[in-house]
């Protein structure tokens, strides 16, 4: 039951030593996974978490590429048994409101991987960070780091507020061979260090809120997501179920559109573009709203620099691109495990230099670019994906690669090569 100020779990938090190989700030998904494989592989590690558990988190479904991650997790039975909805499929409704035949990943990938999950957040990265202690990561939660100690250029540890059961804080220090910030848009270091690189061409905003008793579609088709484009492209909808008759329902648009100066609070803007979408209509004619409407505003960003000596950047907080292909998860996920294995190498040979810890950043950077390539080409007036593939039937596959996650074997991006100035260079291009 999506719930936005979950009950506290009854929580024995456990011993804080002074020193460890690892520290990891923030428990989500890209924590939970840097702290579980750098434990696996035996070092001490200790992951601290500002919430208490469990908590509320934005960004529910899951693209099939998080299977791989996942299941070196140990965490795929797990998943099988939860009620979270089976996702098959992805399906895009254009501004006429006419439907694209869904995409089903198992056509393209007969495994399965093929088939993937939309998960309850709180239920998800509560389940990823049991896992991150049952490896021997040591979990602390309402712990808030306050600050990233360094010596020169060199991060040494945090300084961090523990809230204690009888709501009591102390302050300590502790240090660490390697800081690992998976502090999610909070991004904590790239704001101290000012790494901070908005992406000019994605000043977006996104307001949502749960509905119970919405349509949902049968059999297969139960547990899609669904892109639906507003009238004249001014926003898109997405639609995600959940678990407990409850879908997610969110609209994405231009900041300075959907949030302009006299466009009221977000219940409005909600019902403003809502009134363009008459695909969302159908589907939200008999629900009833479940929890308030929320927004969040200017998340699409990159880190100028992912590592340094002594620290490394996993998850949103080295960058996030757009929700529309939900990319978010499986990019922390798989951030935290490339940053996982560097982290051992580095410590295995005592170099924690910047090039060490970042080693895999290149090929990661250049997947996340593919990503950021099909939501520039997705928000491009004029630009239609159906359009696209009638006049090059070939890059099918290459489509149906980048949407479930397959972004890091060569040759995927060839299609952009035909797309041609449709797609913009990325940030990171346009520094070259
Ligand atoms: C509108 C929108 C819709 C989205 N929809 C999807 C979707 O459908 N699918 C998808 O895959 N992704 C989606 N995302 C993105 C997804 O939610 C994120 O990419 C994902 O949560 C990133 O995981 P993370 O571990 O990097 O960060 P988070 O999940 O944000 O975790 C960071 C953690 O760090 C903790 N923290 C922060 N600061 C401190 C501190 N100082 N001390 C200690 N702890 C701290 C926070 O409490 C938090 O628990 C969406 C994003 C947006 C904006």
């Known amino acids: ?21 690892v520290v990891v700030i923030g428990g989500g998904p890209a924590g ?13 590690v200790l ?32 998943l099988k048994a939860t009620a ?57 939660t309402d712990a808030q780091v306050l600050s990233v100690q360094f010596d020169g250029e060199r991060a040494t540890g945090v300084e961090v507020k523990l809230t204690n059961s009888d709501d009591s804080h102390e302050t300590r220090t502790i240090s660490a061979q390697v800081v690992v910030d998976a502090t999610g848009q909070s991004a ?10 908005p992406d000019p061409l994605l000043k977006k905003g996104s307001v949502w809120s749960y509905f119970r008793g919405a349509l949902r579609d049968a059999g297969r088709d139960e547990g899609a997501t669904i892109i639906l484009q ?43 573009e809502l009134a363009r979408c008459p695909g969302m209509q159908r589907r939200l004619k008999h629900a009833e709203r479940a929890t308030d409407y929320l927004t969040t505003k200017d998340f699409s960003y990159r ?15 080295g960058g996030f691109i757009d929700p529309v292909y939900s990319s978010g998860i499986f990019l922390a996920l798989k951030s935290g495990e490339f940053a996982a294995d560097a982290i051992h190498d580095a410590l295995e040979v005592g170099d924690v ?10 090929k990661y950077a250049a997947g996340v670019d593919l990503f950021r390539k099909l939501v520039y080409a997705f928000y491009t007036p004029g630009f239609s994906f159906g359009g696209f593939l009638r006049e090059h039937p070939q890059f099918r596959s290459n489509l149906v690669d980048i949407l479930i996650g397959d972004v890091f074997k060569p040759g995927v991006g060839e299609m952009f090569d035909a797309m041609g100035e449709v797609v913009p260079p990325t940030v990171s291009e346009a520094d070259l």
């Open 1 to 21: 039951m999506i719930d936005l100020h979950p009950a506290p779990e009854n929580r024995q938090q456990p011993v804080i030593e002074t020193n460890y190989d």
């Open 32 to 44: 939970a996974t840097v702290g579980a494989l750098t434990a696996e592989a035996g070092h001490r």
């Open 47 to 78: 992951v601290l978490e500002r919430s208490t558990l469990p908590r509320f988190h934005l960004g529910e479904s899951l693209i099939p590429e998080t299977y791989w991650t996942l299941e070196r997790l140990g965490l795929i039975e797990r």
């Open 84 to 140: 979270f909805p089976k996702k098959y499929s992805v399906q895009f409704v254009n501004e006429d409101g006419k439907e694209s035949a869904p995409f089903f990943f198992d056509e393209y990938k007969p495994h399965e991987s093929s088939q993937t999950w939309q998960v309850e957040r709180s239920e998800f990265d509560r389940m990823l960070l049991i896992r991150a202690e049952e490896l021997g990561a040591v979990v602390r």
């Open 188 to 197: 904590f270091l790239v704001n101290r260090l000012g790494l901070k690189q």
């Open 230 to 272: 507003s009238a004249g492209k001014s926003s898109w909808f997405w639609y995600i179920p959940l678990p407990d008759d409850i879908v997610s329902v969110g609209c994405t648009g231009d900041i300075n559109y959907m949030f302009a100066p006299g466009s009221g609070g977000p219940e409005k803007i909600f019902n403003n």
């Open 303 to 317: 880190a100028e620099r992912a590592a340094g000596p002594g620290w490394v950047l996993v998850g949103d907080a």
């Open 353 to 362: 230099s910047a090039e060490r810890l970042g080693c895999w950043q290149e």
